[in-house]
Protein backbone atom coordinates (compact mmCIF):
# COMPACT_ATOMS: atom_id res chain seq x y z
CA UNK A 1 0.00 0.00 0.00
CA UNK A 2 1.14 3.24 -1.08
CA UNK A 3 2.44 5.70 1.58
CA UNK A 4 -0.90 9.24 1.77
CA UNK A 5 1.96 11.70 1.35
CA UNK A 6 2.92 9.58 -2.13
CA UNK A 7 -0.83 9.98 -3.42
CA UNK A 8 -0.91 13.24 -2.74
CA UNK A 9 1.81 14.19 -4.23
CA UNK A 10 1.64 12.73 -7.50
CA UNK A 11 -2.23 14.22 -7.33
CA UNK A 12 -0.44 17.44 -6.53
CA UNK A 13 1.78 17.09 -9.63
CA UNK A 14 -0.89 16.24 -12.03
CA UNK A 15 -3.14 19.36 -10.57
CA UNK A 16 0.01 21.59 -10.92
CA UNK A 17 0.39 20.11 -14.76
CA UNK A 18 -3.21 20.51 -15.48
CA UNK A 19 -2.91 24.26 -14.15
CA UNK A 20 0.07 25.02 -15.91
CA UNK A 21 -1.37 23.69 -19.45
CA UNK A 22 -4.98 25.34 -18.91
CA UNK A 23 -2.82 28.80 -17.83
CA UNK A 24 -0.73 28.56 -20.97
CA UNK A 25 -3.41 28.28 -23.28
CA UNK A 26 -5.27 31.01 -21.88
CA UNK A 27 -2.47 33.09 -22.39
CA UNK A 28 -1.83 32.03 -26.00
CA UNK A 29 -5.33 32.07 -26.86
CA UNK A 30 -5.92 35.48 -25.28
CA UNK A 31 -2.85 36.66 -27.34
CA UNK A 32 -4.32 35.56 -30.26
CA UNK A 33 -7.12 37.47 -29.57
CA UNK A 34 -5.55 40.46 -29.05
CA UNK A 35 -2.98 40.67 -31.83
CA UNK A 36 -4.90 38.57 -34.46
CA UNK A 37 -8.68 40.08 -34.62
CA UNK A 38 -8.40 41.72 -37.63
CA UNK A 39 -11.35 43.87 -37.19
CA UNK A 40 -10.13 45.51 -33.86
CA UNK A 41 -6.38 45.94 -34.52
CA UNK A 42 -6.03 49.53 -35.86
CA UNK A 43 -9.17 50.02 -33.57
CA UNK A 44 -7.65 50.62 -30.70
CA UNK A 45 -7.11 54.29 -31.09
CA UNK A 46 -10.71 54.35 -30.53
CA UNK A 47 -11.17 52.15 -26.94
CA UNK A 48 -12.21 54.73 -24.24
CA UNK A 49 -15.06 56.64 -22.81
CA UNK A 50 -16.88 59.76 -24.34
CA UNK A 51 -18.87 62.14 -23.16
CA UNK A 52 -21.88 62.96 -25.96
CA UNK A 53 -24.22 65.35 -26.62
CA UNK A 54 -27.35 65.41 -28.65
CA UNK A 55 -29.91 67.90 -29.54
CA UNK A 56 -33.69 66.77 -29.27
CA UNK A 57 -36.76 68.48 -30.12
CA UNK A 58 -39.97 68.11 -28.52
CA UNK A 59 -43.14 67.79 -30.18
CA UNK A 60 -43.92 70.86 -29.27
CA UNK A 61 -40.52 71.89 -31.53
CA UNK A 62 -38.88 72.85 -28.13
CA UNK A 63 -34.98 71.73 -28.00
CA UNK A 64 -33.64 69.62 -25.77
CA UNK A 65 -30.05 68.60 -24.44
CA UNK A 66 -29.06 65.71 -23.68
CA UNK A 67 -25.73 64.00 -22.26
CA UNK A 68 -24.54 60.56 -22.44
CA UNK A 69 -21.69 58.46 -21.49
CA UNK A 70 -20.34 55.91 -24.24
CA UNK A 71 -17.47 53.31 -22.89
CA UNK A 72 -15.84 51.06 -25.66
CA UNK A 73 -13.52 48.24 -24.35
CA UNK A 74 -10.79 46.69 -25.57
CA UNK A 75 -12.42 43.35 -25.27
CA UNK A 76 -15.20 44.67 -27.76
CA UNK A 77 -17.81 45.71 -24.98
CA UNK A 78 -19.94 48.74 -24.94
CA UNK A 79 -21.73 50.60 -21.88
CA UNK A 80 -24.25 53.32 -21.80
CA UNK A 81 -25.38 55.53 -19.00
CA UNK A 82 -27.25 58.86 -20.62
CA UNK A 83 -28.94 62.21 -18.32
CA UNK A 84 -32.35 61.12 -19.37
CA UNK A 85 -32.28 57.65 -17.71
CA UNK A 86 -34.16 59.05 -14.36
CA UNK A 87 -37.04 59.46 -17.63
CA UNK A 88 -38.23 62.71 -19.98
CA UNK A 89 -41.69 63.50 -21.32
CA UNK A 90 -42.62 61.18 -23.15
CA UNK A 91 -39.80 58.52 -22.22
CA UNK A 92 -39.87 56.01 -19.19
CA UNK A 93 -36.77 55.84 -17.06
CA UNK A 94 -34.02 53.13 -18.00
CA UNK A 95 -31.47 51.41 -16.81
CA UNK A 96 -27.53 51.43 -17.72
CA UNK A 97 -26.95 49.84 -21.21
CA UNK A 98 -24.70 47.14 -21.95
CA UNK A 99 -23.98 45.67 -25.38
CA UNK A 100 -21.25 44.87 -28.37
CA UNK A 101 -18.63 47.09 -30.15
CA UNK A 102 -16.77 46.76 -33.09
CA UNK A 103 -15.36 48.76 -35.71
CA UNK A 104 -13.68 49.20 -39.18
CA UNK A 105 -10.11 50.94 -40.25
CA UNK A 106 -9.46 51.83 -43.69
CA UNK A 107 -6.20 52.33 -45.28
CA UNK A 108 -6.26 56.25 -43.90
CA UNK A 109 -7.09 55.01 -41.20
CA UNK A 110 -11.10 56.11 -40.72
CA UNK A 111 -12.55 54.75 -37.68
CA UNK A 112 -16.03 53.62 -38.36
CA UNK A 113 -18.11 52.09 -35.19
CA UNK A 114 -20.60 49.81 -34.84
CA UNK A 115 -22.42 49.09 -31.54
CA UNK A 116 -25.57 47.04 -29.73
CA UNK A 117 -26.32 48.13 -26.80
CA UNK A 118 -29.21 46.96 -24.55
CA UNK A 119 -30.97 48.75 -21.60
CA UNK A 120 -34.18 48.21 -19.48
CA UNK A 121 -36.84 50.65 -19.36
CA UNK A 122 -38.92 51.31 -16.06
CA UNK A 123 -42.62 51.08 -15.27
CA UNK A 124 -44.44 54.70 -14.76
CA UNK A 125 -48.42 55.62 -14.09
CA UNK A 126 -48.25 56.38 -18.16
CA UNK A 127 -46.39 53.23 -19.18
CA UNK A 128 -47.19 50.71 -16.75
CA UNK A 129 -44.92 47.78 -19.18
CA UNK A 130 -41.40 47.69 -18.72
CA UNK A 131 -39.62 47.09 -21.81
CA UNK A 132 -35.63 46.13 -23.70
CA UNK A 133 -34.90 49.04 -25.12
CA UNK A 134 -31.98 48.16 -28.58
CA UNK A 135 -29.95 50.79 -29.61
CA UNK A 136 -28.21 50.46 -32.72
CA UNK A 137 -24.72 53.44 -32.95
CA UNK A 138 -22.97 54.28 -35.99
CA UNK A 139 -20.29 56.57 -35.71
CA UNK A 140 -17.26 58.04 -37.21
CA UNK A 141 -13.86 58.13 -34.66
CA UNK A 142 -11.55 60.96 -35.80
CA UNK A 143 -8.43 60.53 -34.29
CA UNK A 144 -6.95 63.72 -34.12
CA UNK A 145 -9.66 65.69 -32.57
CA UNK A 146 -10.50 62.60 -30.45
CA UNK A 147 -13.95 63.08 -31.37
CA UNK A 148 -16.87 60.82 -32.44
CA UNK A 149 -19.86 62.00 -34.37
CA UNK A 150 -22.29 59.67 -35.26
CA UNK A 151 -26.48 58.58 -35.27
CA UNK A 152 -28.21 56.19 -32.39
CA UNK A 153 -31.48 54.37 -33.51
CA UNK A 154 -33.40 53.40 -30.29
CA UNK A 155 -36.17 50.40 -30.81
CA UNK A 156 -38.00 48.95 -28.31
CA UNK A 157 -39.74 45.09 -27.21
CA UNK A 158 -41.82 44.14 -24.86
CA UNK A 159 -39.62 42.64 -21.63
CA UNK A 160 -40.71 38.78 -23.11
CA UNK A 161 -39.29 39.69 -26.81
CA UNK A 162 -36.46 39.01 -28.58
CA UNK A 163 -34.63 42.44 -29.24
CA UNK A 164 -32.55 40.47 -31.88
CA UNK A 165 -35.30 40.15 -33.35
CA UNK A 166 -36.03 43.10 -35.95
CA UNK A 167 -39.34 42.57 -36.61
CA UNK A 168 -40.17 42.06 -33.12
CA UNK A 169 -38.83 45.97 -32.43
CA UNK A 170 -41.44 49.14 -32.23
CA UNK A 171 -41.44 52.56 -32.16
CA UNK A 172 -37.91 53.46 -33.31
CA UNK A 173 -36.63 56.75 -32.56
CA UNK A 174 -33.38 58.49 -33.78
CA UNK A 175 -31.13 61.01 -32.60
CA UNK A 176 -27.66 62.46 -34.05
CA UNK A 177 -24.76 62.85 -31.48
CA UNK A 178 -20.94 64.23 -31.26
CA UNK A 179 -18.74 63.07 -28.42
CA UNK A 180 -15.35 63.99 -26.89
CA UNK A 181 -12.85 61.23 -25.47
CA UNK A 182 -12.46 61.72 -21.76
CA UNK A 183 -8.77 61.45 -21.33
CA UNK A 184 -6.25 62.53 -18.35
CA UNK A 185 -4.48 65.02 -20.38
CA UNK A 186 -7.88 67.05 -20.50
Known sequence: MAHPRTNCWAFSKLSLAAFVFCFSASLSSAQATDDGDAAMVGCSIAVGTYLTTRVNQSAQGEEHTGRSLFSFTNGGHAFLSDSAQGGV??????????????????ENDKIEISALILDFTYPTNGKPDPQIARLDIKASYDDTSKEITGKTMISFTALDGDPMDRDALKNPIGYTFTGKKINLDN
Request: aromatic fraction near 16%; charge should be negative; hydrophobic fraction near 30%.
Open 89 to 106: EGFQPFSDGRGVWRCTAD
